[in-house]
Nanobody, 120 residues
Framework: VQLQASGGGLVQAGGSRGLSCAAS????????MAWYRQTPGKQRELVAT???????NYADSVKGRFTISRDNAKNTVYLQMNSLKPEDTAVYYC???????????????WGQGTLVTVSS
């Protein structure tokens, strides 16, 4: 199983950026999906989560600006980021809880990370 994240890049403060993350491989089912972010010297922090049924949750720092969504048919999770601030600059990682066809429990998988830089 692999998670491939894309969409990072340079954006001006106040701008928008969309990230996507597609899961591929031997997948029977995907439970929760999420986006995290990390800056140098800091712990990885949770940005947003979404359940298989579409229930979402956000870090206070991004509420009202970021939107997480998913396409279950495509095994893909998205993060739409609006009103970006320089403090949103980070490497963004996607995460998914995946059950393989012959597995007995959901396992955690991570994407490779995609850098979002917000210039002031």
């Amino acid at each position: 199983v692999q998670l491939q994240a894309s969409g990072g890049g340079l954006v001006q403060a106040g701008g928008s950026r969309g990230l996507s993350c597609a899961a591929s491989g031997s997948i029977f089912s995907i439970s929760g999906m999420a986006w995290y972010r990390q800056t140098p010297g800091k712990q990885r922090e949770l940005v947003a989560t979404i359940t298989s049924g579409g229930v979402t949750n956000y870090a206070d720092s991004v509420k009202g600006r970021f939107t997480i969504s998913r396409d279950n048919a495509k095994n893909t999770v998205y993060l739409q980021m609006n009103s970006l601030k320089p403090e949103d600059t980070a490497v963004y990682y996607c995460n998914a809880e995946i059950l393989s066809p012959y597995g007995t429990w959901y396992e955690d998988y991570w994407g490779q990370g995609t850098l979002v830089t917000v210039s002031s």
